[in-house]
Nanobody, 122 residues
């Protein structure tokens, strides 16, 4: 059974850092994409960062230079290091896996975690 479990969310002041993790189980192989999405209240879910099997990364413009996505294939774990956090980064963050049509679009991601809340105060 495929399962994604996020951890590492919390509350932090603006300018601070958090590191999110996503443990994946039930997958075979490593060619699939993994990604982080976020959704703030009243807004659509948006792609934050994605990484494919060979390790190519894609970032949303809003997080470039501040967030870093990484993948530990041996442990089937995905991470998101978030630095210089801003209040507008406040959202529920979701881990996703699959074969997307576009890395930062939801279409094609077949598996989703339950989410972890990130709150950034000013």
């Amino acid at each position: 059974q495929v399962q994604l479990v996020e951890s590492g969310g919390g509350s932090v002041q603006a300018g601070g850092s958090l590191r999110l993790s996503c443990a994946a189980s039930g997958y075979t192989g490593s060619t699939y994409y993994m990604a982080w999405f976020r959704q703030a209240p009243g807004k659509e879910r948006e792609g934050v960062a994605a990484i494919n099997g060979p390790g190519t990364t894609t970032y949303a413009d809003s997080v470039k230079g501040r967030f870093t996505i990484s993948r530990d294939k041996a442990r089937n774990t995905l991470h998101l290091q978030m630095n210089s956090l801003k209040p507008e980064d406040t959202a529920m963050y979701y881990c996703a896996a699959g074969y997307p049509w576009l890395p930062l679009r939801t279409g094609g991601y077949s598996d989703w975690g339950q989410g972890t809340q990130v709150t950034v105060s000013s």
